[in-house]
């Protein structure tokens, strides 16, 4: 498996805070079967000032140190970036940092309150020839609010990385409820654990891919966790993958009264 968002790299955000708790993280990531692991810190001016030379040389370092500690985990570079303006700009500068230097770009939001032009972001990265990745987007407070954003979104071509945690209601009942609600809409691309610690958060995506396989197939399963993260890597154009697939009760229509009640029942939650 492939794990396209992390915040393994040590003391440089709000993930690892030391080499020790990094190469922790690393050992639960390989024996639970991740193979590669986007190195990917928050890019948050003001908050987290990272910056894209400093975030490349400190996974090389932390390569290295796992290579010395024999951990068979393949690193790669790339950043967990904060909508900011003039953000084609950066990217081109390196500045910020695209997931291992390919078209698709990991892209954040605020958890609570979403910022004006939001859309135009995403469009405007679109239309540079990049892939905004809009990360964990069950786990946003203002998606009831705004979740036709979220559809225009897709729609245009962005795509949407669920959390493992989320799906398996680690966030509590509103993030799984999106999980499982964008899943049967195939509104999401990848997975991916966001982890930041070894207990809380940590790199897992093993128990998520069994869950998956029983909700959207074995297939599609594995283009979440393992072929479309490879595609990235690999730079591919989202042509060259096969669309998620909307579950059959989707398909069929949904039945609006039961979307309602649901609704009204994980806000009362």
């Not at 990848?190 to 998520?208: M, S, Y």
């Amino acid at each position: 498996m492939i794990d396209l968002h992390s915040h393994l790299l040590p003391g440089i955000d709000d993930g690892s805070p030391d080499l020790e708790h990094s190469l922790a993280m690393a050992r639960l990531a390989v024996a639970d079967g991740i193979t590669i692991q986007a190195c990917t810190p928050h890019i948050f001016p003001g908050v987290y000032n990272n910056m894209g030379a400093d975030i490349r040389q400190r996974v090389e370092l932390l390569q290295l140190a796992l290579d010395e500690a024999s951990i068979p985990l393949h690193l790669v570079a790339g950043a967990d970036v904060h909508i900011t303006p003039n953000l084609v700009q950066k990217l081109h500068a390196g500045e910020a940092l695209s997931l291992y230097d390919s078209r698709y770009v990991l892209l954040e939001t605020p958890h609570h309150v979403l910022p004006p032009r939001t859309e135009d972001t995403f469009f405007e990265l679109l239309n540079a020839g990049f892939v905004p990745i809009l990360t964990h987007p069950e786990r946003m407070s203002w998606i009831d609010r705004h979740f036709d954003l979220v559809r225009r979104l897709v729609q245009a071509g962005a795509w949407m990385q669920l959390t493992a945690g989320a799906l398996l209601g680690n966030f509590g009942s509103k993030p799984r409820y999106w999980s499982e609600r964008m899943l049967d809409e195939g509104m999401f691309h990848i997975v991916a654990t966001d982890a930041h610690d070894v207990e809380r958060r940590p790199p897992r995506l093993r128990d998520a891919f069994e869950v998956l396989c029983r909700r959207v197939g074995e297939a599609e399963a594995l283009n979440l966790v393992s072929h479309r993260p490879y595609g990235i890597l690999e730079n591919q154009p989202t042509s060259a993958f096969p669309a998620p697939p909307v579950s059959s009760t989707m398909a069929a229509g949904p039945d609006d009264s039961l979307l309602r009640r649901l609704a009204a029942l994980w806000r009362r939650t």
